[in-house]
């Protein structure tokens, strides 16, 4: 049973799941993705929770995908959108409109050091575009890099910086190097940062001119499987990139916007501070919207062409963006996360003892991994079960992601209105799937 949730779906007349599928196939661009055996309808959605076509509640654990952060349809952040769709629903950054500028300069007031200006945009995608366009420019370098099992994005440029094989094609590039991630469960030298920083000095050294334009990296690795980097890793990769005459960039798509709970952006967590920021998911709980946050002079360079985009930080998207952050403040969602995510990720440790086939649970905040594997000393992936469960746990009520180079990480990253109660019923939903097994 579902925890309580006092909240009536409305009656839903609309076409079912089989028909819906059958016209997603018709008209809908083939994918590799297929998430559930059985098509999901998804009709209605209420802060953690979903509900399908019958009126069945699911328990969100994964947050869209990890675009809700304040709830499905938060009543604030709603009122917000509504509010401003009635009175204009687009201009473009060639005009001027006040949620725009309001939405900007709330956002750089939460960054740190001199990252105070914002570029909009409609995606995670355009964001690592734009960062790896200023990078370029701004150094007059070309070659960039990234972290393997990181994913930032799928557009003809992003997927470059992508290094996870369920998303590459064979298409050039560019200059993209991929170097170790510093993966303390899965990687060579475990949690010792300063090899990992070697071989990027390494990499640098032997693999590139010396220079180099960029380089970037998210603090948990999302799509990885909730790979949190070794402490200390930022720090030591942001100095040598420096050396090597490059820029920094942190992709905040996942970690950013209190997630993480100990800081509201994931790089806090490692004491850095990055040249350029690049946002998307959670900042617009769920609307098309992206940022990019770097230093004035980054930015200058932007000047020396036209630098715009159609819907980028459209006035509904940047009063919905807006309201996230004041939601996100005023409900104390940061400190909400640290307690809830402890909480989650100690009760998910200790199945550990219980359950051989749990080989890791890490991450921060509500930005949690469980992986699995069939032997722990060997660290084999269980794929096939965790697709199992996976499916299980659609039956119980719950939706996880999925994910890992193996895909078999569970990713719970649900809204950040994921209560305690929510947790448990996670953690009991486990225990009972692994049993079934
Ligand atoms: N960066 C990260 C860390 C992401 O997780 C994603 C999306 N999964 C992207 C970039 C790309 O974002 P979008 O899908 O909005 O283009």
């Not at 949620?99 to 900007?104: Q, R, S, T």
């Not at 991630?181 to 990687?187: A, Q, V």
Request: charged share 20%.
């Amino acid at each position: 049973q579902l925890p309580p949730f006092d909240y009536k779906p409305r009656p839903y007349k609309g076409p079912l799941a089989d028909d819906v599928f059958a016209r997603r196939k018709k008209f809908l661009g083939p994918s590799l993705f297929h998430f559930y055996q059985k098509p999901l309808n998804i009709v209605e959605g209420k802060m953690q929770y979903l509900f399908d076509e019958n009126g069945r509640r699911y328990l969100d654990a994964f947050a869209g995908i990890v675009t809700i952060s304040c709830g499905h349809c938060h009543p604030e952040v709603l009122n917000a959108i509504m509010e401003q769709s009635k009175l204009l629903q687009h201009t473009t950054t060639i005009y001027l409109h006040h949620a725009i500028a309001d939405f900007a300069e709330t956002l750089a007031s939460k960054m740190p050091g001199n990252l105070k200006v914002v570029y909009f945009v409609n995606s995670g995608s355009e964001a690592n575009d734009l960062a790896m366009l200023m990078a370029r420019l701004y150094t007059g370098n070309i070659g960039m890099i990234s972290l393997r099992n990181a994913y930032h994005g799928g557009s003809s440029s992003t997927i470059g910086l992508t290094a996870m094989n369920t998303w590459k094609y064979p298409i050039p590039e560019g200059e993209v190097h991929h170097v170790m991630n510093p993966d303390p469960y899965r990687g060579i030298f475990g949690s010792d940062a300063s090899s990992y920083a070697r071989e990027l000095q390494d990499h640098i050294d032997y693999g590139t001119s010396g220079k180099v334009a960029g380089f970037i990296a998210e603090t948990i690795q999302g799509a990885g499987g909730a790979v949190e980097l070794a402490p200390g890793y930022l720090k030591l990769a942001y100095d040598i990139i420096h050396k090597a005459g490059g820029v920094c960039i942190a992709d905040e798509v996942q970690c950013g916007f209190a997630r993480t709970g100990s800081h509201f952006w994931g790089f806090e967590s490692q004491g850095v501070i990055p040249d350029i920021v690049t946002m998307a998911k959670g900042i617009g709980n769920g609307l098309p919207l992206g940022a990019v946050v770097t230093t004035p002079e980054i930015a200058s360079v932007m000047a020396q062409k036209l630098q715009f985009n159609t819907f980028g930080g459209n006035p509904v998207c940047s009063a919905g963006g807006l309201a996230v952050l004041r939601v996100l403040d005023k409900e104390k969602r940061q400190s909400h996360c640290a307690e809830v995510g402890s909480h989650l990720i100690q009760r998910l440790r200790s199945l550990m003892h219980v359950h051989d086939i749990i080989g890791d649970v890490r991450g921060r905040g509500l930005m949690v991994g469980i992986e699995f594997v069939t032997d722990r000393k060997e660290k084999t992936p269980a794929k096939a079960e965790t697709t199992t469960m996976h499916e299980r746990f659609r039956e119980i009520g719950i939706l996880v992601g999925k994910g890992g180079m193996h895909g078999n990480v569970f990713r719970i990253k649900p809204p950040l209105c994921f209560t305690k109660n929510d947790a448990d019923f996670v953690v009991d939903a486990l225990d009972y799937a692994i049993s079934k097994l």
